[in-house]
């Protein structure tokens, strides 16, 4: 039913975002009908933002509910509990039993499901445009009307126990995964798995359900995202409807979280596994979000990123697959739409009789010689005509565009940063990106993730 995303899991579908935060570009246009892409957005009086975005390309809509929690809000010692949450949001309300929002999207042939982050929780839909305000009821409802009981709490408990087992306990990756995240942050919540601990979930209860639920769930912690085949003055009279007519939560705090203190050691977790056939390493850097960087900085690690190792383009891919043909995945990535503090990463596995130490070797050079020499115009120029054509690209799927939006007003930024964020991004110099990785990208204060065979010897 839902789906639960940890930093590793995303770390793909987060860089395409990276790659497509923006609304009109200083590039090419798409061909499209001049009403798409008009996004408009407006508050209810109860506090919800609602963002609409346009497109009729096809009779289809996207709706998602987002939610200004996630797991890096848990209070301590409650891991898991977001995640947890969001389980518990697909059961019975006070006016509907429970499955009957699922069979009612399966019965107008849509499809639903959830996801659980640090910063954020959301709830989505994929519709016939008839059956919005339908949907719109539907979660409505469940913002406010949950019914919950320590049956269903126990029962549900159960369920988020065994998922962990089966995507963290039984996966070398994921384990190693967590270990690395809890390595790197010293002190940002980050450090906590998505997922949470194991032995804090056995621990969840009722009573710290409904108290998570009153908090976070209410009109005024949310925002409420359309895409799609829709007129925009419609989805206002069907929000005030349905989530206009919730009273306003208690106002929140500003999101004040723990930040990290000067990082000034290298680190290194290693995991031998009899499950694991390929060794592979990872080296991650903190470094600042699109919510906490100086101006530009952002931008030019998203664009680092890219030029480093962002596809079969970047330079990790040309040197160590191309040409040495040392490695068999390597690459580089930025998780730049988070509230907080974030990484930058870069990865690699060897390929054939490569030793994973000269893989090691190799990306580190490529790491060294950006800080020392830069990137070149050309290189620069045409990372940013990649970023833009992908930004062009995402326009064509709905859900892609109500993603971005969502993201990015969830984790600090707001509509107009997604809209001049292509401006920004082509206004970055190679000199910007120079001074970047040599602030950031210090192999000093690195932490390195080995995952790597069981040896026969059991060492």
């Known amino acids: 039913m839902t789906v639960w995303a940890d930093r590793l899991r995303l770390s793909g579908y987060v860089m395409l975002l990276g790659a497509v935060l923006t609304g009109p570009a200083s590039a090419e246009a798409p061909s499209s009908p001049a009403a798409d892409w008009a996004v408009s957005d407006f508050t209810l009086e109860n506090g919800m933002q609602v963002v609409v975005i346009p497109s009729h390309r096809a009779p289809i809509v996207t709706q998602m509910v987002w939610y200004k929690v996630g797991s890096a809000d848990e ?34 042939g849509g499809h639903d499901n959830a996801f659980t982050s640090y910063d954020y929780t959301c709830f989505h839909e994929t519709i016939p445009p008839g059956s919005l305000g339908e949907m719109m009821a539907f979660e409505a409802d469940r913002m406010r009307n949950l019914v919950l009981s320590d049956q269903l709490v126990e029962t549900e408990r159960d369920v988020v126990m065994e998922e962990r087992r089966a995507r963290v306990d039984n996966n070398p990756s994921a384990i190693l995964d967590e270990e690395v995240n809890a390595t790197l942050y010293q002190n940002e919540p980050y450090r906590i798995p998505v997922i949470g601990w194991m032995q804090e979930i056995q621990q969840l209860n009722r009573q710290e359900a409904r108290a998570f639920y009153d908090r976070y769930y209410v009109p005024n912690n949310a925002v409420l995202v359309v895409a799609g085949d829709v007129d925009p003055e419609k989805v206002k009279a069907l929000a005030k409807q349905t989530f206009g007519k919730l009273a306003r939560g208690p106002e929140l705090p500003p999101r004040a979280r723990p930040v990290e203190p000067e990082q000034n050691t290298r680190r290194t977790v290693t995991l031998r596994d009899a499950r694991v056939s390929l060794p592979s390493f990872s080296t991650r850097w903190v470094v600042p979000s699109y919510h906490t960087a100086k101006p530009g900085e952002a931008e030019a690690l998203d664009l680092l990123a890219e030029i480093l190792g962002g596809g079969t383009r970047s330079r990790l891919y040309q040197e160590l697959v191309v040409k040495q043909g040392i490695a068999s995945n390597v690459g580089a990535s930025f998780m730049g739409r988070m509230f ?4 930058f990463s870069v990865y690699a596995a060897p390929r054939g009789n490569a030793k994973l130490a000269d893989v090691e070797a190799a990306v580190e050079a490529q790491v060294a010689r950006i800080v020392k020499d830069g990137v070149t115009d050309t290189e620069l120029e045409k990372a940013k005509d990649r970023f833009v054509r992908s930004m062009i690209f995402a326009r064509d799927r709905q859900s892609g565009m109500a993603n971005i939006y969502g993201m990015t007003l ?3 930024g707001t509509v107009a940063d997604v ?16 001074v970047v990785a040599a602030r950031y990208l210090d192999m ?16």
């Open 340 to 343: 907080d503090g974030t990484s």
């Open 75 to 108: 209070p301590p010692g409650k891991s898991g509990i977001a995640h947890f949450f969001e389980h518990l949001m697909f059961k019975a309300t006070t006016n509907h039993p429970e499955g009957a929002f699922d069979r009612a999207v399966a019965a107008i």
């Open 410 to 412: 969830t984790t600090g």
């Open 444 to 459: 000093d204060r690195a932490t390195t993730g080995y995952l790597l065979p069981k040896t026969e010897a059991g060492d």
């Open 419 to 434: 809209a001049t964020w292509p401006d920004r991004i082509r206004k970055v110099t190679a000199e910007d990106i120079k």
